[in-house]
């Protein structure tokens, strides 16, 4: 047979970081190359989610969720992100990957441009792309990860129809402060423009700082779809369960996209995270943050110790380090050379920017103290 590989599919190159992990498990080396927590889990997830099996939950679901989750999201909707949701505003979906993606396929045209902060999420762009949509892009600058409102401004042109705000983000750890989400709204409303997000991270914030959500803010006159799952927060990021909030009518749209890519997201585990939602106390929230900050300052001073010097993250659980004392022509290089001399998988700064990424690596502290510490113990034969 003379298979050819659809245009579309074409550009999908097995991302760096994937590509790291391979690398990194050929060696049998420590993976901080991938965002896999591998935190413990919480016993009601495993407890409810077997005890619907059991009780006959192994169907299709309601294509937007069963009712007591979707509740219990608009619930902590309403408390947490402060955002005015009722169960119909929410579609659980696979993942917040899978909400994101459900909400482009409903809202945009190809062609449309959406703009992109950079240093971005591969994820993001991509999912731009495969629908034909044109990602445009917006700095972030260094060291605090700032935007320039007025360069903004320039990017939109009559075919710009969204904004995309990670926060926490991926790779750069910003939270968006309050005064920046608000010029960002003014910038919504003034281009007539979606902001979309994606707030996967939101309970992982450090030094004492909030997620603030988007759609919280009064500024973007309800023009949001904010996105976000439980991946992250319960360390289930197999289970593939997030989901979307929007208003009355963007919800049955993007409600209907989720139905056709993904049917319902996996009966059981719904019933599993919702009861987790309502059972699991403040105090596992308290202690998620504590243990990533803690996690976060441990690899920071060793990075800083080596001269990687670190941009400290606020938020989620990655941290961008300056490699470019590595040998190595390129991030590539550099991440290769770590990987070789010490075992570390790290994912190399051109797979989060268009151009300039080579001084640059990921380090991803979801792992295990004890992990952790190895990798760090590990990094110091790059001295
Ligand atoms: C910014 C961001 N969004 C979404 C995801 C994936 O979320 P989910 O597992 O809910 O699809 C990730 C995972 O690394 C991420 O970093």
Same mark, same amino acid.
């Given at each position: 047979m003379n298979y050819q590989q659809s245009k579309k599919a074409q550009f999908l190159l097995q991302s760096e970081i994937r590509n790291m992990s391979i690398e990194c498990d050929d060696v049998n080396g420590i993976n901080l190359a991938q965002g896999i927590c591998d935190l413990p889990l919480e016993k009601v997830l495993s407890d409810k989610a077997r005890e619907a099996m059991e009780a006959g939950e192994n169907h299709y679901t309601r294509y937007d969720g069963i009712d007591i989750l979707r509740e219990e999201i608009a619930k902590k909707a309403r408390d947490f992100n402060r955002i005015n949701a009722a169960p119909h505003n929410i579609v659980v979906s696979g993942g917040a990957t899978g909400a994101l993606y459900s909400a482009c396929f409903a809202l945009f045209n190809p062609g449309d441009e959406i703009i992109l902060f950079e240093p971005y999420y591969g994820y993001h762009e991509y999912t731009l792309m495969s629908l034909d949509l044109v990602p445009v892009y917006a700095a972030l600058t260094p060291p605090d990860w700032k935007f320039n409102i007025d360069e903004l401004q320039n990017l939109v042109t009559k075919k710009t129809k969204a904004i995309l705000i990670c926060t926490p983000s991926n790779p750069t750890g910003k939270i968006f402060s309050a005064e920046e989400l608000d010029m960002l709204g003014d910038f919504c409303v003034k281009n007539n423009l979606i902001a979309l997000t994606d707030e996967i991270y939101e309970y992982i914030t450090f030094d004492g700082l909030q997620h603030i959500s988007p =759609?919280?803010?009064?500024?973007f006159n309800g023009r949001v779809v904010t996105v976000s799952g439980y991946s992250k927060t319960f360390s289930?990021?197999?289970?593939r369960l997030g989901y979307c909030i929007a208003d009355d009518e963007i919800v049955k749209w993007i409600g209907n996209a989720s139905d056709l890519i993904y049917?319902? =997201?996996p009966a059981p585990l719904q019933y599993g995270v919702a009861c987790a939602i309502r059972d699991i106390p403040q105090s596992f929230y308290t202690s998620l943050k504590e243990q990533y900050q803690r996690k976060r300052d441990i690899l920071c001073s060793t990075l800083s110790g080596l001269g990687l010097t670190p941009y400290i993250p606020k938020g989620a659980y990655y941290i961008l380090a300056d490699i470019s004392s590595v040998p190595g022509k390129n991030g590539k290089d550099r991440a290769m050379y770590i990987l070789a001399k010490t075992g570390v998988g790290v994912v190399p700064g051109e797979a989060f920017l268009r151009s300039g990424g080579g001084g640059i690596a990921r380090f991803c502290f979801a792992k295990d103290y004890s992990v952790i510490e190895q990798a760090c113990e590990r990094l110091l034969k790059l001295k």
């Open positions: =759609a919280s803010r009064e500024k289930i990021t197999g289970w049917v319902c =997201a």
